[in-house]
Antibody, heavy 117, light 109 residues
């Protein structure tokens, strides 16, 4: 059974960089034709796709966040990571990692990241 | 950019009743790329429906999806207590990109 688990700091200061890692178990991140993505949800609000990395390493980002986002993969550790630069309070959210193609069929449990000084 | 608008924002119903949720796209989309998710408090979303009308693995048959073009519907034939949750529609675009609707909350009346 595929499992995804987010990890990283729960508190980030304004203007700094938010960094999260998603560890995948129960399957190889590089062996299948899937996207590995990050999706976030501000408290009490809806879902927003941040970006994705294809198993081949190609990356795709939400245009509204593209200038601040980098997604990378470490196949040796079966992990992929999110970096979001120059954060503000508006970036406070639960961040989910997920696997999918046209839909997201496996999700992590989510990691709450608060942006505050 | 496709915008998905869900209605109503909140649906107040009793267990056993039928729920009808709407998702309208700002332009015509392929039904192949329209999906629905359920999210309960404190949990990650769960895929319910893909391809507008196909149930994901393990989803009960009281959940059904329909629609085409710009108008899509999620129907829950008889609400069970565990069905009270927030539901999101989602579209996959060719960039690729993934867009979500703002959600419909189904609450107990």
């Amino acid at each position: 059974q595929l499992q995804l688990q987010e990890s990283g700091p729960g508190l980030v200061k304004p203007s700094e960089t938010l960094s999260l890692t998603c560890t995948v178990s129960g399957g190889s991140i590089s062996s299948s034709s899937y996207y590995w993505g990050w999706i976030r949800q501000p408290p009490g609000k809806g879902l927003e796709w941040i970006g994705s990395i294809y198993y081949s390493g190609s990356t795709y980002y939400n245009p509204s966040l593209k200038s601040r986002v980098t997604i990378s993969v470490d196949t040796s550790k079966n992990q992929f990571s999110l970096k979001l630069r120059s954060v503000t309070a508006a970036d406070t959210a639960v961040y989910y990692c997920a696997r999918g193609i046209t839909t997201w069929d496996y999700w992590g449990q989510g990691a709450l990241v608060t942006v505050s000084s | 950019e496709i915008v998905l608008t869900q209605s109503p924002g909140t649906l107040s119903l009793s267990p056993g009743e039928r729920a009808t949720l709407s998702c309208r796209a700002s332009q015509s989309v392929s039904s192949t790329y329209l999906a629905w998710y359920q999210q309960k408090p404190g949990q990650a979303p769960r895929l319910l429906i893909y391809g507008a009308s196909s149930r994901a693995t393990g989803i009960p048959d009281r959940f059904s999806g329909s629609g085409s073009g710009t108008d899509f519907t999620l129907t829950i034939s008889r609400l069970e207590p565990e069905d009270f949750a927030v539901y999101y529609c989602q579209h996959y675009g060719s960039s690729p990109s993934w867009t979500f609707g703002q959600g419909t909350k189904v609450e107990i009346k």
